[in-house]
């Protein structure tokens, strides 16, 4: 089960990647469903891939790990970064990823969406 969380909402309420009770506040928070929720991956599919058989329209363009578009930061849970990408080494040991060429191995993940806003991310954009 991942649990999702849009980046933009952090931006509004002040909150921190980092803050330890991030997802607790959002739970609390009263977000839109497409902001804050909750959803299954099938085996075989990426994060994207399960986010849009779930109806989400999360951010996306070149789909093949060349754009960060589709960044997203892993709060909790495992989700392992395949060896080809754009994203440089200082923001995959912060936990960021792309949701177009990975998905959660864990059971249960916590992932924050919409990382193209985040400054480190966004200097990547193409
Ligand atoms: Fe371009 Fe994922 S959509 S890296």
Same mark, same amino acid.
């Given at each position: ?60 363009? =070149?789909?093949?790990?060349? =754009? ?31 949701? =177009? ?26």
């Amino acid at each position: 089960m991942v649990e999702f969380l849009n980046f933009e909402v952090l931006e509004d309420h002040g909150w921190a990647l980092q803050d330890e009770d991030l997802f607790a506040k959002a739970a609390d928070a009263n977000l839109q469903s497409t902001d804050f929720g909750r959803f299954y991956v099938d085996p075989n599919d990426t994060l994207l891939e399960a986010a849009e058989k779930n109806g989400f329209a999360w951010p996306f363009a =070149c789909r093949g790990g060349a =754009c960060t578009n589709c960044a997203v930061a892993v709060v909790d849970g495992e989700m392992p970064s395949p060896a080809s990408h754009i994203l440089p080494p200082e923001l995959t040991e912060k936990g960021i990823r792309l949701s =177009c060429i990975a998905a959660p191995v864990s059971d249960d993940a916590k992932i924050v969406y919409n990382l193209k806003h985040l400054p480190e991310v966004s200097e990547l954009l193409l």
